[in-house]
Each structure stands twice: as structure tokens, then as C-alpha cells.
Nanobody, 117 residues
Framework: QVQLVESGGGLVQPGGSLRLSCAASGSEFSSNIMGWYRQTPGKQRELVARITSGGITIYADSVKGRFTISRDNAKNTVYLQMNRLKPEDTAVYYC???????????WGQGTQVTVSS
């Protein structure tokens, strides 16, 4: 079992920055693929960024060059640094942990990010 707790969301002006954190419990963290997803009302949850255990990253086209995902396996934590935020980045952001061994999927409770002047 993996439990995920997100933090770092909030209200920020366009052009500003936020850093989201996701603290994970359990011994599987270092071997799991970690990701950040986001969802707005009436829309499907979408991938924002993902990082493998080896540090390989992928990003949604809409956030490339602005967002950076990273992980600290010693702290069982994954981060999402969000720069040059836009109003369209407003969403609930969810942390995800995927085990390539068991194929189990784990989700955090979500953290609200609002980009508005």
C-alpha cells in the first residue's frame, strides 16, 4: 500500500510560481513511476508530468518549458515546480504512484491550484 499526501497548492497571480510536493508512505516509492495529473470540473483528469524510477520524465505539451517534475527517493517525495503559471493551469492537481511490478495505481487527495489576478 502507498499513501500519498499533496501540499503546496494555492492562489497565485498569472506569471507566478508554485511548487507542489507529494509525500509517499511505503517502501515501493523508489521503484514506482510517479506522476502529477490535474482535473477541472467537467473534464477528464489529464497527465501533467511523470517521472520514472530512473529519472526519465515526460510532460504534457501545455506545460513543457514551464513545469519541472523531480523526485527525492531518500525523502519519498515527488515535486512539481510550476513557473510562468497561466489561468488555464487552474485545476485540482493529483499525485499518482504506479507500481510496474503489481500494476497498482495510487492517488493522493488532490490540491487546488488557482491562477488568477
Amino acid at each position: 500500500q502507498v499513501q500519498l499526501v499533496e501540499s503546496g497548492g494555492g492562489l497565485v497571480q498569472p506569471g507566478g510560481s508554485l511548487r507542489l510536493s507529494c509525500a509517499a508512505s511505503g517502501s515501493e516509492f523508489s521503484s514506482n513511476i510517479m506522476g502529477w495529473y490535474r482535473q477541472t470540473p467537467g473534464k477528464q483528469r489529464e497527465l501533467v508530468a511523470r517521472i520514472t524510477s530512473g529519472g526519465i520524465t515526460i510532460y504534457a505539451d501545455s506545460v513543457k518549458g514551464r513545469f519541472t517534475i523531480s523526485r527525492d527517493n531518500a525523502k519519498n517525495t515527488v515535486y512539481l515546480q510550476m513557473n510562468r503559471l497561466k489561468p488555464e493551469d487552474t485545476a485540482v492537481y493529483y499525485c499518482n504512484s504506479y507500481s510496474t511490478d503489481s500494476r497498482d495505481d495510487y492517488w493522493g487527495q488532490g490540491t487546488q491550484v488557482t491562477v488568477s489576478s
